[in-house]
């Protein structure tokens, strides 16, 4: 995407970040805020299905943010432009795939970032929803240091696909392992694989985990998140050229939602604040606080977590029930932790140290089939593989999903290509292991087969 070109009224700025799902890039507001722009792969909305499910998911959403910001990056609009889609959202830049890579996310970063992103996922489920494609390159950190979740919905729509809860609870524990593997040895990372380990039994256990051991995370907190943050904008956004001219994204862009007129309930606040909300209204009697965001606020009100709104001070008497009941359930917790500690180890997340492909030895011959063979060699602990198998023709992956359970350290992820045709060809085909991996990186392997008639 060129820097300068505009997208309904949204410049681009140069800097770029892969998706799953397309390209983001980060761009200035008609009225001078930072804003981000997803370009989708056109492939992926190329059929009318594609485009109603996108939009019925972005609406989504919006509607959620019809009660309240409950951690989900501010969508602004979803424009179509051609043969193009864009959506068009509060900054989305740094993720903390971004931090993680340049080593600017501390311990007590780490477990910022889960303990909201488990609070923004209860709100979510709550709501009867599903992230469906969470890892650390979906997760990103606004202008206050406030983490907020990305693209929710958007991949398995596409495809299609229903993304359940218990899938974002596999894919939390994946990457509470990843930030484990990343903070290196200590206690801060052993409390970090404890978390990932407990989230077998609820995001609520796996946040209270954290919060029981928030001592082992010194500088715990939103504020050193959006330093990092900053710092790392600083460093990696281009300036943009004076002269730069202005172009389009392909044509008159036209939105996609079902948004009020600007002037009747759309309200943009800054997105420095990492609110940015879409208000949006649906008819006399409706709350102006969901279930969803009545979670996202409780979570919110840990003193483990930077609070960013000074509201009044709570009645007396709520204000000493809830400490009672807060001070019985951490009692509890401990207890149990204690137990638990003395009994038995805590299990380890489940990570993948080793891919092996291996291909047909003899030619394949007159409209045969190649079979491949994936062997995935893990630690033995029960979670979800997410990988690709990537062919020499050109053909689309497709992520897919493998669940392990405990006790199995060898996995086989087969592939099956089928040949057709009179000649001579040389196939290659590459199985990329996503997550978990014990180097929090993709690793992968590959092999060849020869087919002939």
């Given at each position: 995407m060129r820097e300068g070109v505009t997208v309904a009224g949204h410049r681009l700025t140069g800097r770029t970040r892969p998706s799953e799902v397309g390209t983001w890039a980060d761009a200035v507001s008609p009225d001078g805020r930072p804003s981000g722009v997803l370009r989708f792969d056109p492939l992926a909305v190329a059929t009318a299905q594609a485009r109603e499910r996108l939009v019925a998911a972005v609406g989504a959403d919006v509607r959620l943010h019809g009660g309240g910001p409950i951690g989900l990056l501010p969508v602004i609009d979803l424009v179509a432009a051609r043969d193009e889609v864009w959506l068009i959202t509060a900054r989305a830049t740094p993720a903390v795939a971004?931090?993680?890579?340049?080593?600017?996310?501390?311990?007590?970063?780490?477990?910022?970032?889960?303990?909201?992103?488990?609070?923004?996922?209860?709100?979510?489920?709550?709501?009867?929803?599903?992230?469906?494609?969470?890892?650390?390159?979906t997760v990103v950190i606004g202008e206050n240091g406030a983490v907020l979740l990305a693209e929710r919905g958007l991949l398995r729509a596409l495809r299609g696909e229903h993304a359940s809860a218990e899938q974002d609870v596999a894919a939390w524990a994946a990457l509470a392992g990843a930030l484990a593997a990343n903070c290196g040895q200590g206690h801060a990372a052993a409390a970090l694989r404890r978390a990932s380990a407990t989230a077998a039994h609820g995001l609520a256990a796996a946040r209270d985990t954290l919060l029981a051991e928030r001592e082992a995370f010194p500088g715990m907190g939103r504020e050193q998140l959006a330093h990092a943050a900053h710092g790392l904008s600083a460093t990696a956004t281009p300036e943009l050229p004076a002269g730069a001219a202005a172009g389009s994204a392909g044509g008159e862009a036209v939105t996609l939602l079902d948004l009020p007129d600007a002037a009747d309930g759309l309200d943009l606040p800054?997105?420095?604040?990492?609110?940015?909300?879409?208000?949006?209204?649906?008819?006399?009697?409706?709350?102006?606080?969901?279930?969803?965001?009545?979670?996202?606020?409780?979570?919110?009100?840990?003193?483990?977590?930077?609070?960013?709104?000074?509201?009044?001070?709570?009645?007396?008497?709520?204000?000493?029930?809830?400490?009672?009941?807060?001070?019985?359930?951490?009692?509890?917790?401990?207890?149990?932790a204690v137990i638990l500690w003395l009994r038995q180890t805590p299990g380890l997340p489940l990570a993948v140290s080793d891919v092996d492909v291996k291909a047909p030895k003899k030619t394949v011959r007159c409209d045969g089939k190649a079979d491949f063979v994936g062997v995935v060699t893990t630690n033995g602990e029960a979670g979800t593989i997410r990988y690709l198998w990537i062919r020499s023709d050109d053909r689309k992956p497709l992520e897919q999903e493998q669940r392990v359970s405990s006790g199995d350290t060898s996995v086989d992820l087969p592939l099956h290509w089928k040949v057709t045709g009179s000649g001579s060809f040389k196939g290659t085909a590459t199985l990329r292991v996503l997550s978990p991996t014990t180097a929090g990186k993709p690793i992968q392997d590959k092999a060849s087969f020869t087919y002939k008639c």
């Open positions: 971004d931090l993680m890579a340049a080593g600017r996310l501390d311990p007590g970063g780490a477990a910022t970032v889960l303990l909201e992103t488990a609070q923004a996922l209860l709100a979510v489920h709550a709501a009867g929803l599903a992230h469906g494609a969470l890892h650390a390159g800054n997105a420095a604040d990492g609110r940015g909300d879409v208000m949006m209204r649906f008819g006399p009697g409706v709350p102006t606080e969901t279930t969803a965001a009545q979670i996202w606020r409780a979570g919110q009100t840990s003193d483990a977590i930077t609070t960013t709104h000074a509201g009044g001070p709570a009645p007396r008497r709520r204000r000493r029930r809830t400490t009672a009941w807060a001070g019985t359930l951490l009692l509890a917790i401990l207890i149990a």
